[in-house]
């Protein structure tokens, strides 16, 4: 069973910043790509961000500009900074591989006032 743990999740303002963070418990460099997906409250989960072994990155549109996805590959961790952030991220967001595990981890809480 893969475990995947999010956090950093939270309540920012309108135009705030939030940096989330993923740890999981398989063997990190077993993954090429890894990426952070959200999911809002009646909708469908999306893929935000995505980064391989070589530092290539790919966004969703709607966030292009304003979050960055980056890895730490000597504390296996993967990491989502969010800035200028608007009411329309908020959802709970989730880390995962690209293409994803079945598992899924319990995500972080993103809420973004206006």
């Known amino acids: 069973q893969v475990q995947l743990v999010e956090s950093g999740g939270g309540l920012a303002p309108a135009g705030g910043s939030l940096k989330l963070s993923c740890v999981t418990s398989i063997n990190y460099f077993r993954i090429k790509t890894w ?22 990155t790919n966004y969703a549109e709607s966030v292009q500009g304003r979050f960055t ?14 800035d200028s952030l608007k009411p329309e ?26």
């Open 35 to 56: 990426a952070w997906y959200r999911q809002a409250t009646g909708k469908t989960r999306e893929l935000v961000a995505r980064i391989d072994t070589s530092g290539s």
């Open 69 to 82: 996805i980056s890895r730490d590959d000597i504390k296996k961790r993967v990491y989502l900074q969010m």
């Open 89 to 114: 991220d908020t959802a709970v967001y989730y880390c995962n591989a690209q293409p994803n595990f079945s598992d899924w981890g319990q995500g972080t809480q993103v809420t973004v006032s206006s």
